[in-house]
């Protein structure tokens, strides 16, 4: 393993920002390969003298193939130049599995620079820009970027660019069509330029204030023939500055956190009359323009009497170039387990208008649910506004009817020793071997299932992280906490036999215990399966993704070991 250092600007000015990455990787000769590893430990480098550290932090893992070298992790910082000078930054060292690798002293040369100049680019024919639809906003208000490049060469082509990194943001690709995001031409001062989309995303911003959208690095190549590769140019774009206000005040108690427009609540009931123990379907419906993405589970006030199940979460939010919008819902499963007449309190969903500035609320109104009793209700000291109970009153227990209707037989008629006598006697033992013989056929069927399914867990689990990763280089973060919880949960449903019906972290705790399976491993898996409940609901990063795509990999591994069957 060694580790490779990049920056976005070897020279930078006075005033400057830039970026630097470590990246640690495999070398490779051919091949896939992948490493299991308990963590990756970073011992960082200074920068006291010369620079000062805007923003650090982990940003991505990828797979090597073929004769590319394979990423295992990659530490970044960006740095703002204080003085003019040569200066030499300390080695950056990690450490995996208690191997240390360490990388070489970094030289920059910081030239003379105007602190307070804004990045730009000395070639009037080609230049980035950082373009967002709005400049002002709100908390949680839905934002547009555009990060473009505008040339006016012949033979160009981008070689490599460098995305900013930004606190106080959620974000959102916008996917582009097939083809990508078509060039087109634009008049800028009076001049042509061929205009060429790199990406397109929504931000969101998560916190009030002045939140500056770091440059983006382009290294390009122009004058590109069949027989030259071309001069090769880095520029660095624009860094526009939005302004975060606060949501007005006051705040409404039931305020939901959605900042749109056009928002509309529809509450459903499979029915409103049914028996104990019977299925009711709530299904609870919001859709409008705004940060649907971000839309926490309604809270409905069930009586108590109902068992209430978690919500089984579905959205149709579609991402493009107006915006957020769409449709998010939550089916609850309700079960009333005894009989009466209950309400379903009103709900009421509350969200900010960005049209009219004003906080706006949506209701719905309260429901009366009447159950009667079912086959399988289960007897308690309750009582319901509904239903008396009454003691039972047994009548005629010393003197009993007189049977009046007798029949008798001829003796003649006796069936005794006939055929149809021995054939009564002799099928029933038939019938009892025969489904004794099937009930053993059928239970080492299900053994046998159950094994191939215990044995096998481990490669329908990597199959499922496959798939995951998939989705995560496509950055799908949704479908891929989706994929990954499910490769989780239902590795443990066969691993430790535990069917889906009662499949929960207590007892999937409960039996890796039995199994000796150390406390720090289940600790994680359950934290990586809260992870990925938790990531429909708030933001996440690319790089603490890849890290929980990793620590699944470790703890299938780490259980494989512990768990012989």
């Not at 740095?79 to 920059?108: C, H, R, W």
């Not at 006030?301 to 939550?330: A, L, M, Y």
């Not at 399966?529 to 996440?540: G, H, I, K, Y």
Request: glycine content about 6%; hydrophobic content about 30%; proline content about 4%.
């Amino acid at each position: 393993m060694y580790v490779d250092i990049k920056t976005t600007n070897p020279s930078p000015g006075v005033g400057d920002k830039f970026k630097v990455s470590y990246i640690l990787k495999l070398k490779m000769d051919g091949g896939v390969a992948s490493i299991s590893h308990n963590g990756i430990k970073v011992k960082k480098p200074s920068f006291t003298e010369g620079f000062v550290v805007t923003q650090e932090g982990n940003e991505s893992t990828s797979f090597g193939f073929g004769n590319r070298d394979m990423e295992i992790s990659k530490y970044s910082f960006i740095l703002q130049a204080k003085k003019k000078g040569t200066f030499e930054i300390s080695p950056l060292t990690f450490t995996m599995n208690g191997d240390e690798t360490t990388s070489g002293v970094f030289t920059i040369n910081v030239g003379t620079g105007n602190p307070n100049a804004k990045i730009q680019t000395s070639d009037p024919n080609l230049f980035a820009r950082i373009e967002v639809n709005k400049r002002n906003s709100y908390k949680g208000e839905v934002i547009n970027v555009s990060y473009k490049v505008y040339t006016r060469y012949n033979g160009f082509a981008i070689e490599d660019y460098d995305m900013p990194m930004t606190n106080g943001l959620w974000k959102e690709e916008i996917k582009a069509p097939g083809n990508g995001w078509p060039q087109t031409t634009q008049t800028v001062n009076g001049k042509n330029y061929y205009v060429l989309t790199l990406k397109k995303e929504v931000i969101i911003p998560q916190k009030t204030g002045e939140i500056k959208l770091e440059p983006i690095n382009i290294t390009a190549l122009i004058g590109r023939t069949f027989f030259n590769r071309g001069q090769q140019k880095s520029i660095n774009s624009n860094s526009p500055t939005i302004t975060v206000k606060e949501l007005p005040s006051p705040t409404p108690t039931n305020f939901s956190n959605q900042v749109g427009s056009n928002y509309k609540l529809n509450v459903t009931y499979s029915t409103k009359n049914l028996k104990t123990n019977d299925p009711l379907d709530v299904k609870v419906s919001i859709e409008g323009r705004g940060n649907l993405k971000q839309l926490t589970t309604p809270v409905l006030n069930f009586p108590q009497d109902f068992e209430v199940f978690d919500p089984e979460v579905k959205d149709n939010v579609k991402i493009s170039s107006s915006g957020i919008s769409g449709t998010k819902s939550f089916n609850y499963l309700v079960i009333p387990r005894y009989r009466g007449t209950f309400e379903i309190p009103d709900y009421e969903f509350t969200y900010f208008d960005i049209k009219s500035k004003q906080y706006k609320t949506l209701k719905h109104p309260a429901q009366t649910i009447h159950v009667e009793k079912g086959e399988n209700e289960i007897e308690t000291t309750n009582t319901t506004t509904s239903v008396a109970k009454q003691n039972v009153e047994i009548l005629n227990t010393d003197i009993r009817h007189i049977n009046e209707t007798t029949t008798l037989y001829a003796k003649k008629d006796s069936i005794f020793n006939t055929k149809l006598y021995w054939s009564l006697i002799i099928i029933p033992f038939i019938i009892a071997l025969l489904l004794y013989i099937y009930i053993i056929i059928k239970r080492n069927m299900i053994k046998d299932e159950a094994t191939y399914k215990t044995k096998n867990a481990s490669k329908k689990a990597t199959s499922k992280l496959k798939k995951a990763a998939e989705l995560l280089n496509q950055n799908k973060h949704i479908e891929f906490y989706e994929e990954l919880y499910n490769a989780m949960t239902s590795y443990c449903s066969h691993k430790l036999s535990i069917p889906n019906s009662i499949l929960n972290k207590e007892i999937i705790s409960e039996k890796l215990r039995k199994n000796n399976v150390s406390d720090s491993t289940i600790a994680n898996l359950i934290k990586v399966l809260d992870e990925c409940e938790m990531a429909r609901f708030s933001p996440v990063t690319q790089a603490g993704a890849e890290q929980t795509l990793s620590d699944s990999n470790i703890i299938i591994n780490q259980i494989e070991k512990d768990v012989k069957k």
